[in-house]
């Protein structure tokens, strides 16, 4: 891209030479044939408006030259305006969607942020679509990551580090039936089905084109800075607006903001109401203290996440449903791998697996795939995962209305 | 000046600068595409020649012997009811040399839902059932692409009630000397089909003398519908109680919208062949309205809670389900017995809703 646009302007400049030379030359021939000439402008350097409007011919040429120049200006004038470059260029950041007022908004004002980034582009074959980078860099360390990419269908992989952080009860769903949430160091949203298409579930299962957004990480838990969260939540939106007009699709995601219920606090359990979920019995080991108290997500939304003893990012104990179908695809690579120790449920109903950390089930729903999933960082207490798993699977599927699930673990004992 | 300039300078120049400004305002007429002269438009004038879609473009009619027309009648403040009919006729010679017609033609019906229940009923579940998706930003109305139904607000109502509504719908198709193939209309996909919807209900309430304050509007992107139909199946839409069995081997599905304020379950038979039966739940309280008057004054059959008609091409049936009217409404042909298909529709959904089953019976499983 830079070196062709090098070499072009390096042609452009060899050619503005030749038009000197040769303008010069026509100067010399005229000087020399110049009798029309009168003697008291021979002292008149050729550029002399005198000499230029000089005859009526060569004021016409002069004219038509003056007006070309004009022309020339004007329509560069109009193309660098268009394009935002040259002196129209606007300092926009990460593919154009942030102004600098958006970048000092997300630095508390602070306008000396370094940016950087990579274009959104697909790979050849767009097997992977579409993917990008933006970073921006405050002097006094912050920093933000901006990333376009496609979630993968193996989210037992390396997806999970993105659903520990992305999808934690830190977040807050932007509402309105987006597929995206925030908190004041991450937020996410996906890039509307309408726009991009919706990858076909019953090829390769993929998962949607999500813009996301890290600063970093906070030691408190539940201490979410709201005005820090309705920035970022307002810079998700504002990237995905962007992306959207530039491949051409019509339709503005409103700002979310308003709709948006406040930060998630630690909840006050009851031990019949685990995570408040009711008829979810606390198991003993995590009545004591020192366990973590849970956090559970707040708002209606693509997923209800309950976490406790988060250490960056990574929860001790999740219980997350995820109920939004483009989200909950993800799930289905590994709702099938976990074969070797299925769970039973009524024919058609879904299927899941259990282990010694997890389990999980990815229910058939009305809505489409919904994953009830139960997952400790340690296999510790394979007991605890599998009542668990049973009790919260009723319960939740009861409450979105995909009830009644009633699973029959394996080799129960 | 005048020392400088002679006369004859004087012109050239002025000629000159004329010549420059000329340009300039060309240049951004260009620019800007604002062309002085005035582009076609459509539909009380609610769409205008190359605003968007390609049946609106005038590439559309460059081809040989194309000509759009149209036909239509506004709505009135003392008359609410207009009809507009975009039709694009093109003829061109094949690559075997045989005589092609294209025809394309878009229509704009504003007006009350038919009265007749049974009419209406088979209207309903042709606008907001099959692959259907409900319009953003709250519009109480749904769109595939090829069709389109907004209800408009209640200052639009009829006399006695009933709501007016707009609806789109489009057919093209080519015609040969021997065969007629389906084809696209142009309308530009659902996102389109809004803005076009939206458009013409906007000019139409203004021609009736109904318009709101503020002119409704598609801003959010439309949802795209989640799925294709499937053919591999024993459980139709994922609704318990829908299990068809052996059946289900000469069937397909398809899952329409499935919120809260709508659902839809579309059984066929195979390659085409027809309607199996076509499963709709609207709780819109707008969209609801369309049904008012045609559900009855009691229950349909023993059992079932509110009220509702079971005739011989549909079952109907309104309940209230956590405070707003639920309508269920199956289309069948009546010499099927699907009242328990119907009956399994209506409790699965209410059940998802979270309210107490309509239809008698175990609600569960």
Same mark, same amino acid.
């Given at each position: 891209?830079?070196?062709?646009?090098?070499?072009?302007?390096?042609?452009?400049?060899?050619?503005?030479?030749?038009?000197?030379?040769?303008?010069?030359?026509?100067?010399?021939?005229?000087?020399?044939?110049?009798?029309?000439?009168?003697?008291?402008?021979?002292?008149?350097?050729?550029?002399?408006?005198?000499?230029?409007?000089?005859?009526?011919?060569?004021?016409?040429?002069?004219?038509?030259?003056?007006?070309?120049?004009?022309?020339?200006?004007?329509?560069?004038?109009?193309?660098?305006?268009?394009?935002?470059?040259?002196?129209?260029?606007? &300092?926009?950041?990460?593919?154009?969607?942030?102004?600098?007022?958006?970048?000092?908004?997300?630095?508390?004002?602070?306008?000396?942020?370094?940016?950087?980034?990579?274009?959104?582009?697909?790979?050849?074959?767009?097997?992977?679509?579409?993917?990008?980078?933006?970073?921006?860099?405050?002097?006094?360390?912050?920093?933000?990551?901006?990333?376009?990419?496609?979630?993968?269908?193996?989210?037992?992989?390396?997806?999970?580090?993105?659903?520990?952080?992305?999808?934690?009860?830190?977040?807050?769903?932007?509402?309105?039936?987006?597929?995206?949430?925030?908190?004041?160091?991450?937020?996410?949203?996906?890039?509307?089905?309408?726009?991009?298409?919706?990858?076909?579930?019953?090829?390769?299962?993929?998962?949607?084109?999500?813009?996301?957004?890290?600063?970093?990480?906070?030691?408190?838990? &539940?201490?979410?800075?709201?005005?820090?969260?309705?920035?970022?939540?307002?810079?998700?939106?504002?990237?995905?607006?962007?992306?959207?007009?530039?491949?051409?699709?019509?339709?503005?995601? /409103?700002?979310?903001?308003?709709?948006?219920?406040?930060?998630?606090?630690?909840?006050?359990?009851?031990?019949?109401?685990?995570?408040?979920?009711?008829?979810?019995?606390?198991?003993? /080991?995590?009545?004591?203290?020192?366990?973590?108290?849970?956090?559970?997500?707040?708002?209606?939304?693509?997923?209800?996440?309950?976490?406790?003893?988060?250490?960056?990012?990574?929860?001790?104990?999740?219980?997350?449903?995820?109920?939004?179908?483009?989200?909950?695809?993800?799930?289905?690579?590994?709702?099938?791998?976990?074969?070797?120790?299925?769970?039973?449920?009524?024919?058609? &109903?879904?299927?899941?697996?259990?282990?010694?950390?997890?389990?999980?089930?990815?229910?058939?729903?009305?809505?489409?795939?919904?994953?009830?999933?139960?997952?400790?960082?340690?296999?510790?207490?394979?007991?605890?995962?599998?009542?668990?798993?049973?009790?919260?699977?009723?319960?939740?599927?009861?409450?979105?209305?995909?009830?009644?699930?009633?699973?029959?673990?394996?080799?129960?004992? | 000046?005048?020392?400088?300039?002679?006369?004859?300078?004087?012109?050239?120049?002025?000629?000159?600068?004329?010549?420059?400004?000329?340009?300039?305002?060309?240049?951004?007429?260009?620019?800007?595409?604002?062309?002085?002269?005035?582009?076609?438009?459509?539909?009380?004038?609610?769409?205008?020649?190359?605003?968007?879609?390609?049946?609106?473009?005038?590439?559309?009619?460059?081809?040989?012997?194309?000509?759009?027309?149209?036909?239509?009648?506004?709505?009135?403040?003392?008359?609410?009811?207009?009809?507009?009919?975009?039709?694009?006729?093109?003829?061109?010679?094949?690559?075997?040399?045989?005589?092609?017609?294209?025809?394309?033609?878009?229509?704009?019906?504003?007006?009350?839902?038919?009265?007749?229940?049974?009419?209406?009923?088979?209207?309903?579940?042709?606008?907001?059932?099959?692959?259907?998706?409900?319009?953003?930003?709250?519009?109480?109305?749904?769109?595939?692409?090829?069709?389109?139904?907004?209800?408009?607000?209640?200052?639009?109502?009829?006399?006695?009630?009933?709501?007016?509504?707009?609806?789109?719908?489009?057919? /093209?198709?080519?015609?040969?000397?021997?065969?007629?193939?389906?084809?696209?209309?142009?309308?530009?996909?659902?996102?389109?089909?809004?803005?076009?919807?939206?458009?013409?209900?906007?000019?139409?309430?203004?021609?009736?003398?109904?318009?709101?304050?503020?002119?409704?509007?598609?801003?959010?992107?439309?949802?795209?519908?989640?799925?294709?139909?499937?053919?591999?199946?024993?459980?139709?839409?994922?609704?318990?109680?829908?299990?068809?069995?052996?059946?289900?081997?000469?069937?397909?599905?398809?899952?329409?919208?499935?919120?809260?304020?709508?659902?839809?379950?579309?059984?066929?038979?195979?390659?085409?062949?027809?309607?199996?039966?076509?499963?709709?739940?609207?709780?819109?309280?707008?969209?609801?309205?369309?049904?008012?008057? /045609?559900?009855?004054?009691?229950?349909?059959?023993?059992?079932?809670?509110?009220?509702?008609?079971?005739?011989?091409?549909?079952?109907?049936?309104?309940?209230?389900?956590?405070?707003?009217?639920?309508?269920?409404?199956?289309?069948?042909?009546?010499?099927?017995?699907?009242?328990?298909?119907?009956?399994?529709?209506?409790?699965?959904?209410?059940?998802?809703?979270?309210?107490?089953?309509?239809?008698?019976?175990?609600?569960?499983?």
């Amino acid at each position: 891209m830079n070196d062709s646009e090098n070499t072009q302007n390096a042609e452009k400049a060899e050619n503005s030479e030749n038009a000197e030379i040769t303008r010069s030359a026509e100067h010399g021939t005229a000087d020399v044939s110049g009798s029309a000439t009168p003697p008291h402008e021979r002292h008149r350097p050729w550029w002399h408006w005198r000499r230029l409007t000089g005859s009526r011919p060569r004021l016409a040429v002069t004219t038509g030259v003056a007006g070309a120049v004009i022309g020339a200006l004007i329509g560069g004038a109009g193309v660098a305006w268009q394009t935002g470059t040259g002196p129209f260029a606007d &300092d926009r950041a990460c593919w154009g969607a942030f102004s600098r007022d958006d970048v000092a908004a997300l630095f508390g004002g602070k306008r000396d942020i370094e940016t950087s980034e990579v274009p959104i582009t697909s790979d050849r074959i767009g097997n992977e679509g579409a993917s990008g980078e933006c970073r921006l860099r405050s002097p006094r360390g912050r920093r933000i990551t901006v990333q376009a990419h496609r979630l993968d269908n193996w989210f037992g992989g390396s997806g999970d580090r993105w659903a520990d952080e992305f999808l934690s009860a830190r977040l807050t769903p932007l509402g309105g039936g987006l597929l995206g949430m925030a908190s004041d160091t991450r937020a996410w949203l996906a890039v509307p089905d309408g726009c991009v298409g919706r990858p076909n579930p019953s090829d390769v299962p993929n998962g949607p084109t999500v813009i996301d957004l890290e600063t970093g990480w906070t030691v408190y838990d &539940d201490e979410v800075d709201t005005e820090a969260r309705d920035e970022l939540a307002r810079a998700v939106v504002k990237l995905v607006n962007h992306y959207m007009a530039d491949l051409g699709c019509t339709g503005t995601i /409103a700002d979310p903001v308003g709709g948006m219920p406040a930060p998630p606090r630690f909840l006050d359990e009851k031990k019949d109401a685990m995570c408040g979920v009711k008829g979810l019995p606390l198991p003993g /080991a995590y009545q004591r203290e020192g366990r973590g108290r849970p956090l559970v997500t707040r708002g209606d939304g693509p997923v209800r996440t309950c976490d406790r003893g988060v250490l960056f990012g990574h929860p001790g104990l999740r219980l997350m449903t995820v109920e939004d179908p483009r989200l909950a695809v993800l799930y289905d690579g590994l709702s099938r791998a976990g074969a070797k120790e299925p769970v039973k449920a009524g024919e058609g &109903d879904g299927r899941g697996f259990v282990r010694d950390e997890m389990g999980m089930f990815q229910a058939e729903c009305q809505t489409g795939p919904v994953t009830f999933l139960v997952r400790a960082d340690d296999a510790d207490r394979p007991g605890d995962i599998r009542t668990l798993l049973t009790r919260y699977v009723a319960a939740e599927a009861d409450r979105i209305g995909c009830g009644p699930l009633r699973l029959t673990l394996p080799g129960a004992g | 000046m005048k020392q400088l300039m002679s006369g004859a300078r004087r012109r050239t120049a002025l000629i000159g600068g004329a010549v420059v400004v000329l340009v300039a305002a060309g240049l951004g007429t260009w620019a800007t595409d604002t062309w002085p002269f005035d582009k076609d438009t459509y539909c009380w004038g609610a769409w205008k020649e190359d605003s968007g879609p390609d049946f609106l473009s005038s590439e559309a009619l460059e081809e040989d012997n194309a000509s759009r027309t149209s036909k239509e009648t506004a709505p009135t403040p003392g008359r609410q009811r207009g009809r507009c009919t975009v039709t694009i006729h093109s003829e061109r010679v094949s690559g075997g040399g045989e005589k092609v017609v294209e025809e394309t033609e878009v229509t704009v019906a504003y007006g009350p839902a038919p009265e007749d229940a049974a009419e209406r009923m088979e209207w309903i579940g042709g606008y907001l059932g099959g692959r259907a998706m409900p319009l953003p930003d709250g519009l109480p109305g749904a769109t595939d692409g090829n069709h389109a139904l907004l209800v408009l607000p209640k200052g639009c109502d009829a006399p006695g009630g009933r709501p007016t509504a707009v609806t789109l719908d489009s057919t /093209a198709r080519s015609v040969y000397s021997d065969s007629t193939m389906p084809a696209g209309a142009g309308l530009g996909g659902s996102q389109s089909v809004a803005r076009l919807l939206v458009a013409v209900a906007n000019r139409g309430m203004e021609k009736a003398g109904c318009a709101p304050a503020q002119p409704l509007e598609v801003v959010s992107p439309l949802t795209a519908l989640p799925e294709e139909d499937e053919s591999f199946f024993t459980r139709a839409c994922r609704i318990r109680g829908l299990d068809l069995g052996e059946e289900a081997k000469e069937l397909e599905y398809q899952v329409g919208a499935v919120t809260r304020d709508l659902q839809s379950c579309s059984v066929r038979l195979r390659r085409g062949a027809g309607r199996y039966f076509d499963a709709l739940m609207v709780a819109q309280p707008r969209l609801s309205a369309l049904f008012d008057g /045609a559900t009855g004054s009691r229950a349909p059959a023993r059992g079932w809670r509110g009220t509702g008609v079971f005739a011989d091409d549909y079952k109907v049936v309104r309940a209230d389900c956590a405070g707003r009217p639920l309508t269920a409404l199956m289309l069948a042909p009546s010499t099927r017995e699907t009242t328990p298909y119907f009956a399994a529709f209506a409790n699965a959904v209410a059940r998802r809703l979270g309210c107490a089953s309509v239809a008698p019976g175990s609600a569960t499983r």
